[in-house]
């Protein structure tokens, strides 16, 4: 059973930092690109980011970019977040999920994980 | 940047039949997918590559994409299908969702 667990969600204030996991099981790991969406409270969703199933290639919405850094750990089927300078307009559910291709344009995300809750505020 | 644009709410009567748009700038040459939410739930894929169902996503879910439109149909509609619809494209690296639509079956 595919599961993605996600962790390290809380309350921060503007300007500082978090790093979100997504521990994943019931799939091999390493050849399948992942990617954070995250929905803001009573929103729609919204891709945040991207990474190839190697980790060699990455992508980010232009709302994020120069502040948010993805990576993964493939020996320990792992993805990473780590959020710098941090917004209000950042707080936000935010969900891992399995794309159903190792690299390139995504096919669609198949397996998403619960979410966790990243806010914002001072 | 690419914009994906979906009507706020849809309804439709039990049985009957509902039809979601999305709509971009020539997406019909790229791949849509359809995610369902309901609340306080995570996303589920309904259709991927314009067209195809993932294992245990009922028959009566379909989708078409041709020109600057995307569409999910759903067929015999169920109270159970009363959710949030999104669509998703994938354009210039970055994956691009639709703002959604409530579809409430009365």
């Known amino acids: 059973e595919v599961q993605l667990l996600e962790s390290g969600g809380g309350l921060v204030q503007p300007g500082g930092s978090l790093r979100l996991s997504c521990t994943a099981s019931?799939?091999?790991?390493?050849?399948?690109?992942m990617s954070w969406v995250r929905q803001a409270p009573g929103k729609g969703l919204e891709w945040v980011s991207g990474i190839s199933g190697g980790g060699d290639i990455t992508y980010y919405a232009d709302s994020v970019k120069g502040r948010f850094t993805i990576s993964r750990d493939n020996s320990k089927n792992t993805m990473y977040m780590q959020m710098n300078g941090l917004r209000a307009e950042d707080t936000a559910v935010y969900f891992c999920a399995k794309d159903r291709v190792l690299v390139g344009a995504s096919q669609g995300f198949d397996y998403w994980g619960q979410g966790t809750l990243v806010t914002v505020s001072s | 940047s690419y914009e994906l644009t979906q009507p706020p709410s849809v309804s439709v009567s039990p049985g009957q039949t509902a039809s979601i748009t999305c709509s971009g700038n020539k997406l019909g040459d790229k791949y849509a997918c359809w995610y369902q939410q309901r609340p306080g739930q995570s996303p589920v894929l309904v259709i991927y590559q314009d067209t195809k169902r993932p294992s245990g996503i009922p028959e009566r879910f379909s989708g078409s994409n041709s020109g600057n439109t995307a569409t999910l149909t759903i067929s015999g509609t169920q109270a159970m299908d009363e959710a949030d619809y999104y669509c998703q494209a994938w354009d210039s690296s970055a994956a691009v969702f639709g703002g959604g639509t409530k579809l409430t079956v009365l």
């Open positions: 019931g799939f091999a790991f390493s050849k399948y690109a």
